[in-house]
């Protein structure tokens, strides 16, 4: 399983030092908060690493059809983007010169993958899915025709309640797996509101039905954007890669990133723990400490060990460094999950998802509570979210 930067506003150094530390494969990367010299330098610049990185882009295309979209750098791609776009635009003619656009792009970049350009699906089965799939096919026939191209992934942007239809779920895998494509690029767009790892079941277990089908038995690479711990599961259940940044919202999609913001305050200081399968607050790992479980709840990565000793809080604790632990949190995860097949990787998913409820038990019995976001409760929804994928699965 590979592991991607989610690309966005504020990189700093932040991919470079994940690089450097063996933390990451890749970087996806989002045109809207990068003007296009700098993009450019920067895929430049990463595919001269060794290992070269995988290296992709997220045409973004989605944002276009948005009303009073913040559209950031986007209208600088004048190469392939268009703004004010609407479901009437997408002519036979015009999909097709949107798509060669968009991958004449990249073609010009030394990208590892080339990514379709898509708009965002309400559900499987209305004029957007029919819009995505003309797009899809209008990639492929376009990659078809090219020289030694890199490998086309195909780009479904999807709304979470399009999960809640099994019958659609079924219905979108019959036409996808019929493609002549090197994979998907799947993103779910997830109405959550705050950040957290809440997952409703019945749409989890169509979710990991869709990478299963794709990735396991049709044996397409499957990379899922915006993902963050939820990349444990679908690790187990047949994705190729997951790709998580450093703001929240770069590690859950949802379209209100691309609209006009009323503001907030600013975010609380975190810390991912491989042991709860969560990203808690800073100040909850200070409690934890005060409870003498801090050992328990530490994932174990050389950038924590500074809270072995001492409050959490009394140490330095950089956003950049955060990222980078979060990084580290999910390649341990994904490296104790790995095994031989889909069934023994459900079977340690399985278990660490009890063992994390355990813990949540225990640390609730010394008294450290905890914010709802934080809390144990998207434990349940990946547990029943599991046991009804492998019965849609029959593992």
């Not at 899922?224 to 259940?237: E, N, Q, R, W």
Request: proline share 6%; aromatic share 12%; with cysteine.
């Amino acid at each position: 399983m590979k592991l991607y930067a989610q690309h966005g506003y504020g990189k700093s150094d932040k991919i470079d030092r994940a690089f450097e530390g063996g933390l990451l494969d890749g970087v996806i990367f989002g045109p809207n908060n990068e003007k296009p010299e700098s993009l450019r330098d920067c895929v430049e610049r990463f595919s001269n690493l060794s290992p070269k990185p995988d290296l992709l882009i997220d045409p973004q295309l989605y944002v276009s059809l948005l009303s009073n979209p913040k559209e950031g750098s986007l209208p600088l791609y004048e190469d392939f983007y268009a703004s004010n776009l609407s479901i009437r635009d997408f002519t036979p003619r015009r999909i097709e010169e949107i798509v060669r656009n968009v991958l004449n792009f990249q073609l010009s970049l030394p990208v590892t993958r080339l990514v379709s350009p898509t708009i965002l699906l309400e559900s499987f089965t209305n004029r957007s899915a029919q819009i995505a799939h003309f797009v899809a096919q209008a990639a492929m026939d376009y990659h078809a025709g090219l020289s030694s191209p890199p490998p086309l992934l195909l780009s479904y942007v999807f709304n979470e309640t399009a999960l809640s239809s099994h019958d659609q779920v079924t219905e979108f895998l019959d036409t996808v797996s019929l493609y002549e494509a090197d994979g998907f690029y799947l993103v779910v767009a997830r109405p959550v509101g705050r950040y957290q790892q809440a997952f409703p079941w019945e749409r989890m277990a169509d979710w990991l039905l869709i990478l299963y089908s794709l990735g396991t038995r049709n044996r397409y690479e499957v990379v899922c954007g915006y993902t963050d711990f939820l990349s444990v599961p679908a690790y187990a259940a047949g994705a190729s890669a997951a790709a998580t940044g450093w703001f929240n919202s770069l590690r859950q999609f949802d379209m209100k990133r691309f609209q006009p913001s009323t503001g907030g305050s600013p975010p609380k200081d975190r810390y991912s723990s491989a042991s709860l399968l969560n990203s808690i607050f800073l100040q909850e790992l200070d409690n934890i400490f005060d409870a003498g479980m801090i050992t328990d709840v530490l994932t174990g990565t050389l950038y924590d060990r500074r809270f072995r000793n001492g409050s959490p809080t009394s140490h330095s604790w950089p956003p950049d460094v955060s990222t980078l632990q979060h990084w580290a949190t999910l390649r341990a995860l994904f490296e104790s999950v790995s095994a031989g097949d889909t069934r023994e990787r459900l079977e340690i998913l399985e278990q660490a998802i009890a063992k994390a409820e355990a813990l949540y038990g225990r640390l609730k019995r010394k008294g450290v509570q905890f914010d709802p976001t934080t809390g144990p409760a998207h434990l349940k929804d990946w547990s029943e979210g599991v046991r009804a994928f492998r019965s849609l699965a029959r593992l």
